[in-house]
């Protein structure tokens, strides 16, 4: 291997950057080229390519986004696509590709290997952590700090009005991000795409908390179950709270990456170079009980990832 080239790709997640750097800086040592790519698909097909080098990362892993930029590429979705990617590759040198993204992304990357012979990485980045076989994703640990950050300010002015507020986070058709922030905040119900919403039973068991002296009430709902309005107006009129809506949307993607997260994109992007030059490819690198380790991306997008119920069960007596 001699050249590789790196891009993110999708909706962004904080950690991205830690990610390009610690891929940069790995093959740098290891004396291997890297081209960085811009705007993800889209940037490979228009040969947006940027010589990278151990300095030209520096102070990056604090940033969020990504320097590269990203996109969703409907181009790249058409074996045409895939093909004329693989050809620009092979035209300018490069002969392996590391890929930063969600689902989508990694499917694409995949694809370019079956179809066309390319080695690919991926790296699992997306705030969402709906993808099977690793514990977590570059960006969620971030994103639900700052999902923490914001419903903690939401909760004093609950308080201080005794309102209820629901409140929609993303992770497309994943409840994680709700489950998991949910529950760091003690969210008084917690609706997921994974089960069935009782509005009857979440409300009832609102309001005889509202009735023992509770103030203030958090409702925390994915955006794949329901939008906040339709939870709203199933529960306000009986739970005894005015209600409000915050639809935390694009916020849940930006921001300087948290520890952890600056900490598992590095190990990762570390782990890819060092698996290209150890021969791997069409793998993911995964979180699996703290170790980082290479699954083929066959069995990774084969499985769907579960969310864990026994978590759901513990928010609940929890809350
Ligand atoms: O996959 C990340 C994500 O933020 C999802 O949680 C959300 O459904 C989607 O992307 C939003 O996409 P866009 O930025 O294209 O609106």
Redesign the pocket.
């Known amino acids: 291997i001699k050249k590789i080239g790196v891009l993110t790709s999708?909706?962004?997640?904080p950690g991205m950057n830690a990610a390009i750097r610690a891929t940069v800086r790995t093959a740098y040592t290891d004396e291997i080229a890297v081209v960085g790519i811009r705007r993800g698909y889209s940037g490979l097909l228009d040969e947006e390519f940027i010589d990278m080098d151990y300095s030209s990362v520096g102070g990056i892993m604090e940033k969020g986004g990504t320097v590269l930029r990203s996109s969703?590429c409907e181009e790249f979705r058409t074996e045409e696509g895939r093909t004329k990617a693989a050809d620009l590759l092979r035209s300018n040198g490069i002969d392996a590709l590391v890929v930063i993204g969600?689902e989508g992304s990694l499917n694409g990357a995949k694809l370019l290997m079956d179809e066309n012979g390319i080695p690919v990485i991926g790296l699992p980045g997306?705030?969402?952590n709906?993808i099977a076989m690793t514990d977590m994703c570059i960006g969620v640990d971030t994103c639900l700090n700052t999902c923490v950050e914001t419903i903690q300010k939401l909760k004093d002015t609950a308080s201080s009005h005794e309102r209820a507020f629901v409140v929609e986070?993303?992770?497309?058709?994943?409840g994680y991000?709700a489950l998991a922030s949910g529950m760091a905040v003690g969210a008084e119900a917690i609706i997921v795409p994974e089960l069935p919403v009782d509005y009857e039973a979440i409300a009832e068991k609102i309001w005889n908390e509202r009735k023992r002296g509770k103030i203030n009430c958090i409702i925390v709902v994915a955006?794949?179950a329901a939008s906040a309005y339709t939870v709203a107006r199933h529960v306000e009129h009986r739970i005894g709270y005015e209600t409000r809506i915050t639809i935390l949307g694009?916020i849940?993607?930006g921001g300087s990456p948290t520890a952890f997260d600056r900490v598992l994109a590095s190990r990762m992007g570390y782990a890819s170079v060092k698996a290209l030059e150890e021969g791997k490819a069409g793998m993911m690198m995964s979180l699996n009980g703290g170790k980082i380790k290479g699954i083929p991306l066959e069995e990774v997008l084969s499985h769907k990832k579960e969310l864990d119920m026994e978590l759901m069960e513990m928010a609940k007596i929890l809350s």
């Open positions: 999708g909706g962004d997640s969703r969600g997306t705030i969402d709906d986070v993303m992770g497309r058709n994943s991000v955006e794949g694009h849940q993607r």
